[in-house]
């Protein structure tokens, strides 16, 4: 598996602990080592390459536009929405190191779990062969994704900002009323108020389910 997963790479590990390591779920990590052999460290060094990656891309690609258009740009293709099924895509699901336990639970298929592998692999792939190697992998994984929209997506919580700050009534406001379920695969529910209703959105990370209860809040509106 991991074999075809370097093919995929286009990348031979080096430091074939570097891939392990990024494929290694924190659920499957060694509480004697302080759970430091999950792949969190280099999801978090992942995120900062691929950020980095995309903005010299989005630059490239869109000379004529402006810092704000571009941002909205890197903020959807960064996003856990994007990068997720480019995931699946690629096998990781397959791929990730889980207890068999989780691995009946649905677990590698979880959208939060997915995107951070991936990020993972990126953060890898930096440290093992530089930045060229991460390079290589976003430009072909996120190929069809950066070519979707012809004008800078904006995003669900945007667009209510947008419209309540049009109509001079503020900034929407979030709230966290709940998560549930363990510490590895946890559901948020946030509620958002603006202009005098209310909407209740879920998600596998506070962001996801500001997202979705401010979908639902325009998906309120009159047509």
């Known amino acids: 598996m991991k074999g075809a997963l370097e093919e995929r790479l286009g990348h031979r590990f080096g430091k074939a602990s570097l891939l392990e390591q990024a494929l290694t779920h924190r659920s499957a990590a060694d509480p ?16 900062r390459v691929l950020g980095l990656c995309m903005a ?13 258009d571009l941002g909205k740009r890197l903020a959807t293709l960064c996003s856990q929405e994007v990068i997720a099924p480019i995931a699946e895509k690629m096998g ?14 649905g677990l590698r298929a979880r959208a939060t779990v997915l995107a951070d592998a ?21 430009r072909r994984e996120w190929a069809a ?17 947008e419209w309540t700050l049009g109509r001079g009534l503020g900034l929407p406001d979030y709230q966290h009323v709940s998560v549930t379920g363990p510490s590895h695969a946890p559901v ?12 209740e959105g879920m998600g596998e990370s506070k962001r996801a389910a500001e997202q979705a209860a401010a979908e639902a809040w325009l998906g309120g509106l009159p047509a």
């Open 32 to 47: 004697r080592r302080g759970m430091l052999d999950s792949n969190e460290r280099l999801e978090f060094l992942g995120d």
């Open 56 to 68: 010299e891309w989005l630059a490239e690609r869109f000379p004529q536009e402006r810092e704000g």
């Open 92 to 105: 990781l699901a397959e791929a990730l190191r889980v207890p068999p336990s989780e691995g009946r639970t």
């Open 118 to 138: 991936l990020e993972a692999i990126l953060g890898a792939l930096y440290l093992d062969g530089g930045l060229d190697a991460a390079r290589n992998v976003v």
């Open 145 to 161: 994704a950066i070519e979707v929209d012809a004008k800078p997506p904006v995003s669900a919580k945007n667009r209510l900002q």
């Open 188 to 199: 948020f529910v946030v509620t958002v108020h603006a202009a005098g209703r209310s909407a």
